[in-house]
């Protein structure tokens, strides 16, 4: 199984990172590798809720990320399943409030079947790169939040 974790504190309060984690319409301020994405229509807020995202791939063409939020404890946690793409991983946000300030955990986990077993290395090191934009968030956060 790939996994990947990382942590960061966010000058701000969980609310405001929540909500701005939630609108996935968010990604592109501060994941670099997110092309495009839409909010799918006629699909909640929330619980439910389904992104089409697409993300620079290899050699810089695009690839399908599409996700679906699948469970969310307001100003808490918020976990998503990949539905579209190469590598289909879920991935937790969990926020913990310290005062004014946010620590954020993020995690995806992926278990490949088939030949993708083959890619499990390249995926991991794919799925730590992501975790490790959290410091973007949190640039942008505390400039902009």
């Not at 504190?9 to 990604?27: C, H, K, Q, S, Y």
Request: aromatic content about 8%; charged content about 25%.
């Amino acid at each position: 199984m790939a996994h990947a974790e990382g942590s960061v504190t966010i000058d701000r309060p969980a609310e405001t990172v929540f909500d701005f984690l939630l609108d996935g319409m968010n990604n592109p301020k501060w994941r670099p590798g997110v092309l495009d994405i839409e909010h799918i229509a006629g699909t909640p807020e929330g619980i439910g809720a389904r992104f089409k995202q697409g993300l620079k791939g290899p050699g810089g063409r695009r690839i399908d990320g599409d996700y679906q939020i699948t469970a969310c404890e307001s100003n808490r946690l918020i976990r998503f399943q990949v539905i579209a793409g190469p590598a289909r991983p879920v991935g937790t946000y969990r926020l913990d409030a310290d005062g004014y300030a946010t620590r954020v955990t993020f995690t995806l986990d992926y278990t490949p079947r088939g030949l993708a077993r083959l890619m499990d290395s390249i995926i991991e090191r794919t799925m730590r790169s992501e975790v490790a934009q959290l410091s973007n968030l949190k640039a942008y956060l505390e400039q902009h939040g």
